[in-house]
Nanobody, 119 residues
Framework: QVQLVESGGGLVQAGGSLRLSCVASPSIFSFVEMGWYRQAPGKQRELVATLTTGRTTNYADSVKGRFTISRDNAKKTVFLQMNSLELEDTALYFC?????????????WGQGTQVTVSS
């Protein structure tokens, strides 16, 4: 069964950094694209960053220059390095894996990891 498991969330002060990890099983190659999304209380889930198997990246404007998505195939893991964190980055962060190109119905989601940024 294809599964994504996130870790690395926590409480951090504004201006600090966190790195989120998402382990894919049985294989990271089950997905043509992987990404991170987030959902703040009372708001819709939004895209944070995506990374294709061809290493093409896409970032939300609000995180460009601060967040970096990457992957380690040997570890079957996708990372989200988050620097210069802001209060507005507080949210539940979800790992996403898409198995078929341009087909959201093929998406697999992790359970989420909470990121809380304090002043």
């Amino acid at each position: 069964q294809v599964q994504l498991v996130e870790s690395g969330g926590g409480l951090v002060q504004a201006g600090g950094s966190l790195r989120l990890s998402c382990v894919a099983s049985p294989s990271i190659f089950s997905f043509v694209e992987m990404g991170w999304y987030r959902q703040a209380p009372g708001k819709q889930r939004e895209l944070v960053a995506t990374l294709t198997t061809g290493r093409t990246t896409n970032y939300a404007d609000s995180v460009k220059g601060r967040f970096t998505i990457s992957r380690d195939n040997a570890k079957k893991t996708v990372f989200l390095q988050m620097n210069s964190l802001e209060l507005e980055d507080t949210a539940l962060y979800f790992c996403n894996g898409r198995r078929i190109v341009a087909n959201p119905n093929s998406d697999v989601w992790g359970q989420g990891t909470q990121v809380t940024v304090s002043s």
